[in-house]
């Protein structure tokens, strides 16, 4: 397996698979998850010629069960040390969710001042905020991640479970036919990684108001957010994104989930090729 060890001596694990002459796209991960959420979109863009690379989070997947760094300026720090590393350059960023937060922070802080992005896009991501605050009063009130908190302490398995079986793909909607597989893979992922560093996390991706990292991200940023998504909601998300990034094109999907990169992999992996081709 491949690692980079940062400078705070936290081996990340990633993944680096394509042409190294090709253009980067580089995937990041949502909370509790793993690289390996990525599969659907790095087989994609592989066979359409490029260079795919993914790393799993501090404390997530692979990568260093480490007890402190969980928050979005370490991520961030951490994606970088995977681009210097590879020497990644004319790159698209695409993050999920919580990941969607890592690229904003990354390519703000790391990748635009380095010269290393081209476009980035952000997927059913949590800029600028969820928090509900004076600032963005349509956020979420604090007790529901003091919940979130209070569940994952109690039964972290049984958690995950349940939010993957449930919300996160929509399959507690009426109808809906529920993909145990999918639900399985979620678990895994999420079970192979830190509880401390999910515990922490939480914190990171609810509270930390990246308001300047979109406005500092003039790059070509493609916004994409499901109306149906129980987890992240659009309004206080996708919406406020495209309205404070510089260069921000909005696509909402009806009815689409947050995890509508695995369940409508066919929709997002078009639309994401046609933006990275542009």
């Given at each position: 397996m491949s690692f980079v060890t940062t400078n705070d001596g936290t081996n990340i694990f990633y993944k680096d698979w394509g042409p190294k002459d090709a253009q980067p796209i580089v995937f990041h991960h949502g909370w509790p998850l793993s690289s390996d959420d990525w599969d659907a979109q790095m087989l994609f863009f592989l066979a359409n010629g490029y260079r795919v690379v993914a790393h799993d989070r501090r404390g997530h997947g692979r990568s260093d069960q480490v007890s402190e760094g969980h928050d979005m300026a370490h991520y961030a720090a951490d994606a970088a040390a995977v681009a210097d590393h590879l020497d990644l350059r004319n790159a698209i960023h695409i993050g999920h969710s919580t990941g969607g937060g890592e690229v904003a922070a990354y390519v703000a802080r790391h990748g635009i001042p380095q010269g290393r992005v081209a476009k980035a896009v952000l997927v059913s991501a949590v800029p600028p905020i969820m928090l509900k605050t004076d600032?963005?009063?349509?956020?979420?009130?604090i007790e529901v991640f003091d919940g979130f908190r209070a569940a994952l302490a109690a039964n972290r398995a049984g958690f995950f479970r349940d939010v993957a079986a449930g919300p996160f793909y929509g399959f507690n909607r009426p109808g809906a036919k529920v993909d145990e597989a999918?639900?399985?893979?979620?678990?895994?992922?999420?079970?192979?990684?830190?509880?401390?560093?999910?515990?922490?996390?939480?914190?990171?991706?609810?509270?930390?108001?990246?308001?300047?990292?979109?406005?500092?991200?003039?790059?070509?940023?493609?916004?994409?957010?499901?109306?149906?998504?129980?987890?992240?909601?659009?309004?206080?998300?996708?919406?406020?994104?495209?309205?404070?990034?510089?260069?921000?094109?909005?696509?909402?999907?009806?009815?689409?989930?947050?995890?509508?990169?695995?369940?409508?992999?066919?929709?997002?992996?078009?639309?994401?090729?046609?933006?990275?081709?542009?």
């Amino acid at each position: 397996m491949s690692f980079v060890t940062t400078n705070d001596g936290t081996n990340i694990f990633y993944k680096d698979w394509g042409p190294k002459d090709a253009q980067p796209i580089v995937f990041h991960h949502g909370w509790p998850l793993s690289s390996d959420d990525w599969d659907a979109q790095m087989l994609f863009f592989l066979a359409n010629g490029y260079r795919v690379v993914a790393h799993d989070r501090r404390g997530h997947g692979r990568s260093d069960q480490v007890s402190e760094g969980h928050d979005m300026a370490h991520y961030a720090a951490d994606a970088a040390a995977v681009a210097d590393h590879l020497d990644l350059r004319n790159a698209i960023h695409i993050g999920h969710s919580t990941g969607g937060g890592e690229v904003a922070a990354y390519v703000a802080r790391h990748g635009i001042p380095q010269g290393r992005v081209a476009k980035a896009v952000l997927v059913s991501a949590v800029p600028p905020i969820m928090l509900k605050t004076d600032r963005y009063p349509g956020g979420l009130p604090i007790e529901v991640f003091d919940g979130f908190r209070a569940a994952l302490a109690a039964n972290r398995a049984g958690f995950f479970r349940d939010v993957a079986a449930g919300p996160f793909y929509g399959f507690n909607r009426p109808g809906a036919k529920v993909d145990e597989a999918v639900v399985d893979n979620w678990w895994r992922q999420g079970m192979t990684g830190s509880a401390k560093a999910h515990y922490d996390g939480i914190k990171a991706f609810s509270e930390t108001d990246q308001t300047d990292d979109l406005k500092a991200i003039t790059v070509p940023t493609l916004v994409l957010h499901g109306d149906d998504d129980q987890i992240v909601p659009y309004k206080n998300a996708g919406v406020l994104q495209a309205e404070i990034l510089p260069n921000a094109t909005l696509k909402i999907y009806e009815g689409f989930s947050h995890g509508m990169l695995t369940v409508n992999a066919d929709v997002l992996n078009a639309d994401l090729l046609a933006f990275a081709k542009a």
